[in-house]
């Protein structure tokens, strides 16, 4: 076999969410389109908001020289500064340009910031239910991967986490609005957060820092404001996209921000920067960068996601699935009425409904509904809810 054997072997394994997108593909096939009902891959319905589209044909209409070369890694400097402001306004510490570098989408900031700081055995803390790519980047550098537990609310649990941190643990990786829960961390809890790990710094003299993948920090619901985490513990970073917010993960156009009270944060910046470059990624998208410059405080109509939020919880609730309300993302993480959440999620298949069994995020015992798809995708799932909730005598 001319491939690696540790690739080979992850191939094997493979997704939850690539299997289930798969099987879908056959099944519209079989079936057609519009008789299959997909809530399995996290691919906005919304198109990007018409500021975007005005913004593309603007630079369509006045190219300036030069636009599209090479440019320094970290990214246009009137970029970064639009994304300094904007971040300055909405988490009250004061960024600047230097304090940002744009990049390939979350994925790509992650993988960044991963490859940076990760010595070979260095533990990173993530918890479940986890976006399943997490392995995949730790594993990508080196790291090892921690797996904590959350409680029923799918918060972590910080007497594990205080257990589990040790001299080896240099990051700890957060993500909320979480996919695949919808829950949004209370200001409160990353309060405590960072003082656990501020606590532990200084218990084994290190630097742990704490990665916050705000990839749907936009997409939060009923007014909430959005706790970030930024405050509460000065090793922090944040890692974000405009995939969701303004409904671009096609574009691949993200940014990594490094709190300004991070020590030896020039290090860090010149870091991530170099490990920019070298991964292969050179510079975010020349045009993307362009174009986000001035769409800092634009997002997609988030009142959409919300409205069918509520048209799927209150039907799944009717039904008597147990879920919790989301409160931000777009996604929905019930309880399986069977513990077995593969075979829950198999029926729903033969119904022609696609969704992703808890396993895929580390939790078994529950499936995962994406809702940012067409209402009549949407509306059209639930017949197949209820019967494979009649199936199991939930109802
Ligand atoms: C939690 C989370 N982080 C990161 C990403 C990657 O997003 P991007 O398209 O910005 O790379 C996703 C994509 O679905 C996600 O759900």
Request: proline letters at 6%.
């Amino acid at each position: 076999m001319s491939i690696a054997d540790r690739i080979q072997k992850s191939m094997a394994q493979g997704s939850w969410v690539r299997r289930m997108f798969e099987e879908g593909v056959s099944l519209k096939r079989q079936y057609g389109e519009e008789n299959v009902f997909d809530l399995s891959l996290g691919n906005p319905v919304m198109e990007p908001p018409v500021e975007f589209h005005q913004e593309l044909k603007r630079l369509a209409e006045n190219p300036s020289p030069g636009m599209h070369r090479y440019m320094e890694n970290a990214g246009y400097p009137e970029t970064r500064a639009a994304v300094a402001t904007q971040l300055s306004l909405e988490t009250g510490i004061k960024f600047t340009m230097n304090d940002i570098i744009m990049t390939c989408g979350a994925a790509g900031a992650l993988n960044v910031v991963l490859k940076t700081i990760l010595n070979h055995g260095d533990e990173v803390i993530i918890f479940a239910p986890y976006f399943p790519e997490y392995i995949n980047y730790i594993d990508n550098h080196g790291g090892i991967v921690r797996i904590l537990p959350t409680n029923e609310q799918f918060i972590p649990k910080l007497d594990i986490l205080e257990a589990t941190v040790g001299a080896k643990t240099k990051a700890v990786l957060i993500n909320s609005p979480n996919n695949p829960s919808g829950v949004v961390y209370s200001e409160e809890f990353v309060r405590q957060l960072g003082e656990l790990l501020s606590k532990k710094e200084t218990q084994y003299g290190t630097q742990i820092f704490l990665l916050s993948d705000e990839a749907y920090r936009k997409i939060i619901y009923d007014g909430l404001k959005y706790p970030s985490p930024l405050p509460h513990h000065p090793h922090s970073i944040v890692v974000t996209s405009h995939s969701k917010d303004l409904a671009l993960p096609g574009e691949r156009i993200g940014y990594i921000a490094v709190n300004p009270a991070c020590s030896q944060q020039k290090e860090v910046i010149d870091g991530f920067i170099y490990c920019n470059r070298t991964l292969g990624y050179v510079n975010a998208p020349a045009l993307m960068q362009h174009l986000v410059s001035r769409l800092q405080s634009v997002t997609v109509p988030v009142a959409e996601y919300q409205r069918r939020r509520d048209f799927l919880y209150d039907h799944l609730s009717e039904i008597g699935y147990s879920v919790m309300k989301p409160q931000g993302a777009f996604y929905m993480f019930p309880k399986s009425p069977l513990a077995d959440d593969v075979a829950l999620v198999r029926e729903l298949q033969s119904w022609r409904v696609l969704t992703v069994p808890g396993s895929g995020f580390g939790t078994p015992g529950y499936f995962r509904i994406l809702y940012c798809v067409d209402d009549r995708t949407l509306e059209g799932a639930i017949a197949g809810f209820r019967k494979a909730a009649q199936k199991f005598n939930l109802c």
